[in-house]
């Protein structure tokens, strides 16, 4: 059997790996570890609600997914007047590839991958976010940069709603520690951004220094998130937008499905 061959080790590529070698197909990640890729920043939440009746079949999907591959696990976060709704996570931390192979994706084929100094055959999946552009020119991706900041010690789950589909979230994404994001997604970025944020951070009550800003470029795709089949032997998948943990579940499911059809 071929070997699937992924180019980028985010939530798309990650959780492609992960689903196929459950199903007994070697899986390799190439992912030079970009400055600016989404995923180390998600916080890793997800809503049915969220996924709206466009995308209730892909969360459908992806569910059973993410629970077998590692656990759905459950945080209550409670708004200003005191209500607390409940929501899904999963941890970035605990999806990505740790070691990945550290090159660069030069070219793609059918069936093929070239990185600076060797060609490789197999199943290909390009899960590379933003950068799949590059390796797919016309496809339309672009970046909407957003930030996370971290602040040390666990703090009670809260939320406050922003704008339409826009909240502001404090959780325990990892033991430890609370993580902060406010949803911002720009396509350029502004320092006065990060201010804003904090801002509204220390509205949660930290107001003390963060010890890490976490930051990338969600990919957004005009017409929704792509998922594609380019060759016989070739996937493309992007366009996970504020939803990366739920369509990289459903897309992987999907990419192992086509393989073995
Ligand atoms: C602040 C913030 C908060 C978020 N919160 C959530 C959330 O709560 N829930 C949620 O579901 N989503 C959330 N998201 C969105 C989510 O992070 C993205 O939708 C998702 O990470 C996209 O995953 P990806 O794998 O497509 O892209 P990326 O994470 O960008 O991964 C692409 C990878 O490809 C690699 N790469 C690029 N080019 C090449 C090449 N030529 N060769 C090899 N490798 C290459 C890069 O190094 C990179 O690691 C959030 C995003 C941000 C920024």
Not at 50 to 62: C, M, T
């Amino acid at each position: 059997m071929p070997r699937l061959l992924i180019v980028g080790g985010g939530l798309f590529g990650s959780q492609a790996a992960a689903y196929a070698r459950r199903q007994g197909i070697e899986a390799v990640i190439f992912d030079p570890g970009l400055e600016g890729a989404a995923s180390p920043a998600a916080a890793g939440l997800f809503k049915e609600a969220w996924a709206g009746k466009k995308h209730r079949d892909l969360y459908a999907q992806a569910i059973p997914v993410l629970d077998q591959l590692y656990g759905i696990r459950h945080v209550e976060l409670t708004d200003d007047a005191g209500t607390v709704e409940q929501f899904s996570f999963v941890p970035p931390t605990v999806i990505l590839e740790p070691n990945p192979i550290r090159q660069t994706v030069t070219k793609i084929g059918d069936g093929w991958l070239e990185t600076a100094d060797q060609r490789y055959e197999g199943w290909i999946y390009v899960a590379a976010g933003v950068w799949c552009e590059a390796l797919r020119p016309g496809l339309g991706v672009y970046g909407k940069v957003g930030a996370a900041f971290v602040f040390t010690g666990e703090r009670p789950g809260r939320i406050r709603p922003i704008a339409h589909g826009r909240q502001a979230i404090a959780f325990v994404r990892d033991a430890g520690f609370t993580h902060f994001a406010d949803g911002t997604a720009e396509r350029d970025y502004r320092p006065e951004l990060d201010m804003m944020t904090l801002e509204r951070a220390a509205s949660f009550g930290m107001t003390e220094a963060p010890v890490q800003r976490l930051w990338g470029w969600r990919p957004y795709v005009s017409g929704g998130p792509v998922f594609e089949r380019i060759g016989e032997r070739t996937w493309l998948a992007t366009g996970g937008r504020k939803m990366g943990t739920i369509l990289g579940a459903a897309f992987a499911r999907r990419l192992v499905t086509e393989m073995q059809l």
